[in-house]
């Protein structure tokens, strides 16, 4: 997998962070955060916190203590070994879009279906740049409601053979997720020793937990399983409208939801969260891509390592309707940043359109032309005497070319970085072969990529264990 | 003007500095330059330096002292006073896109004319982003071939009151701009005491200047002109294929220019100048956007920090054909890598399409947003007590919304960052205004702003007196 061995780009100063520090723990402390679980308000009571009604306030000392009992570092398994992730230090692993109910397929907008779930995952398989296919990576809507976190799980087991994350709606769902990864992975203490699944928990921000989530994090992290605690920001709506009022905010209320983890099991695997943007202060519409969000960033990652604790944030965001140049600068503008924050779970790597609205077939592809070009990029040049190829220019000397040079025929296949997407073809040689732009190109990679898919190996009795498993549980719950 | 106050992204370490240092050390001991020029040779050899016929092997330690006599920073004037340039330090100023002999605007791909050439000046006289309209926006095909500098001139003198970049295809072309300078600014002295023209001296890479830059060069330095001395690495082509090799070239190429016009004039005002990037080396075309330019980036703006230049790089570089996501994305895979190394002046920063043969007036617009949103990214965070907004969060509490918070409601006109042309309307209303993409809506804003253009204020005398030097020399040169 990925390491950035780059170094990071860090923009808080010392004393901004003394401020930003002084910040979070008044929240916590003055205003408290909202649990809508008995079972987490209990835990708190227990741990000696103020708890009145639903709301906790937290002593900021005994949160960092329940915070550094949380792993540094840690894997999450695979079926597939050479699939494992570790999460943390200065691996980064990515996941492709997560949520959207749309899809978009060159002109056509329309429900996301159970087929384009499974179309997504197999693209997630066959791209090397991604870790995973991420969870919800669209919402099967011609799927029965109660019953497609099993669908949705059975194609993430089976169509690909990378991580997945687990279902959040419920903690029934949690427990089916748990209940098939078991099945996987050769039972509980296999998946309990190391964590099969990262699950995503997002806090209703500002400062409150709502209890389906907390449910699923109570089986997840009972579970040794890993969650991303989201703080969801976007400023103007869910944080205040400066930067610092919303990195404090998400402070707090990663840091509470990290503690909760660490309550129901010591040692839980846990990452710090982010998804931080701004609204349109007009129209109140979500942006993407914005500098706002890259500055947030930028200060995620240096304010995670403080508390030394993995983070999860970027992707390829944008607002915009189409894969055309907005969603392309937007997606750059924020996978850039996202990987010289260091980031170390990416989710909405590939495919995100229209502020997370839509899954799209061509921005896909677009956002995995992203990846491949920011992983060779942040990978640490060598310099020593022998890269500066005197003996080059010694035979090329002044004026002439570096074309037929010995140095360069010896390397002439894998010097550069060679593009999925991207086109470099003349313009007569580009309107010979179609003139055709990259998200036309895109659709047909997307669609070359489906059909030359070949899904992994999976032993015959485990997919019908699994099978098993999905045709009773749907049955007990009526669908 | 812009001053980029956030930290720089550095990448390389002492030991690969000191590497880096051997090499160039070595290039012009060892393989010397060429210089196409009895004057420089002359100069060389009246200074010591080793010159065989055309080559000067040059003492490294020489041409430190010589890069010592140049200016760390100075001023380039404009004719309107608030336009006036601080090149160096922190400051970074951004010109539109240099050279293309094409234009496209929309479906339509063709020969660029001095027409094109007024509407790039306007545009870039419009948006206050650029600093400049550059030099050759384009070339102006239907102008007489050697009286078109004066008309560019001119039409950068009268359309724009910005700074300019000085004709470079030959020493009577460069004195033709300085004669026109002084006539717009009051008089040689007026311009030998603060430079009023940048120009783009190029390398004939690899290690060769040639004769009609050269005596432009002269011209230029003489006049204490600023010239940007300029290495133009295609790698696989001009230089070898790695970038360390690569890295060294430029050093050698752009000290031994800048040692040149020292010797000219000592403490002449030069820019260390960097076009780096690679060809494909399956079918030699060149790429713009990949890895191995932004590393280039990150790498040349230390170096150049190292001997105390202002350097030159980046831009809204792509190959692109059309304003696609392809552009964008390396658009944005150049600029912001140019953010992040600080350069002081960037060219080709809006309106480069397609390797830099067409300027496009919708990535005109397209880079013109670019820059906007990076602007307002590589502005510090102002971190304090009040920034955090305790009072926000005391009002909306837990599981509320910010939307109506006094501290939103104070702020919500100039909070966020303010688009020119991304567009985060959502799908219906979208639908409902044409469901346009973002080059569609780019091709609005360029058509409005042009409508909307006002020429700024210039002394009719003046004006009529550069338009009688252009008469009577474009009668001299027979034109």
Known sequence: ????????????????????????RRILTEIGVEFVSERALDLFRKAGQDVDGQTVRLDP??????VAKAPREFDVQARNQANDVHIGGDHMAFGAVYGPPFVRQGEVRRDATLDDFRN??????????LDSAGGVICEPNDAPLDSRHLDMTYALQTLTDKIYMGNVVSGPNARDTI????ILFGGREAIERTPATLSLINCNSPLRWDDRMLDAQFEYSAANQAVVLTPFLLMGAMSPVTIPATLVQQIAEALSGIALSQLIRPGAPV?????LSNIDMQSGAPCFGTPESAIGLFCTGQIARRFGLPFR??????????PDAQAAYEAMMTLLPTFLAGANWVMHSAGWLEGGLVACYEKFVIDIELLRMLQVEFTPLEIDEASLAFDAHAEVGRGGHFLGAAHTLERFRTCFYRPLLSSSANYERWMRTGARDAAA?????????LAEYEPPPLDDAIRAELEEYVVKRRAELGD
């Open 179 to 182: 209940a098939m990864s078991e």
């Open 61 to 66: 000392d005994f949160v960092l203590e329940q």
């Open 271 to 275: 990452v710090f969260g982010s998804f």
């Open 120 to 129: 997504f995952s197999r693209l997630a398989q066959s791209f090397p740049e």
């Open 313 to 322: 944030t970027g992707g390829g965001l944008t607002s915009s309707q189409m």
């Open 1 to 24: 997998m990925f390491r950035n061995q780059m170094p990071r780009y860090e923009v808080l100063s010392d004393d901004a962070m003394a401020v930003l520090d002084r910040g979070w």
């Open 441 to 449: 190109r895109a659709a047909e990679i997307s669609q070359r990529t």
